[in-house]
């Protein structure tokens, strides 16, 4: 059965920096997305990785702050987040594709995790 768990939210001061893990099982070379959904706000692409960590991608407003990466023995998919503000308060969420198409929007991926909660502020 094909699962994806997120971990290591929580509260961080602005400036500071976080790392998420997503945690999957059931499958091994699935294309990787991070998202996250802000209060009263729409879900948003923030990252995603390919199968075998070889092909990234961003959103443009978070270059240089967020870097994805995998580590397939350990089924794991992490988001290393600096440089944070509270503007990047939300539930981040990953989610799986059996294809790598680059894309960060939603129908582009078909099985989600429950999300965990990142909190920036002072």
């Known amino acids: 059965q094909l699962q994806l768990v997120e971990s290591g939210g929580g509260l961080v001061q602005p400036g500071g920096s976080l790392r998420l893990s997503c945690a999957y099982s059931?499958?091994?070379?699935?294309?990787i997305g991070w998202f996250r959904q802000a209060p009263g706000k729409e879900r948003e692409g923030v990252s995603c990785i390919s199968g075998n960590g070889g092909r990234t991608n961003y959103a443009d407003s978070l270059k240089g702050r967020f870097t994805i990466s995998r580590d397939n023995a350990k089924k794991t998919v992490y988001l290393q987040m600096n440089s944070l503000t509270p503007e990047d308060t939300a539930v981040y969420y990953c989610?799986?594709?059996?294809?790598?198409?680059?894309?960060?929007?939603?129908?582009?991926?078909?099985?989600w995790g429950q999300g965990t909660q990142v909190t920036v502020s002072s």
């Open positions: 059931g499958f091994t070379y699935y294309a």
């Open positions: 989610a799986a594709s059996a294809y790598y198409s680059g894309r960060l929007e939603q129908r582009s991926y078909n099985y």
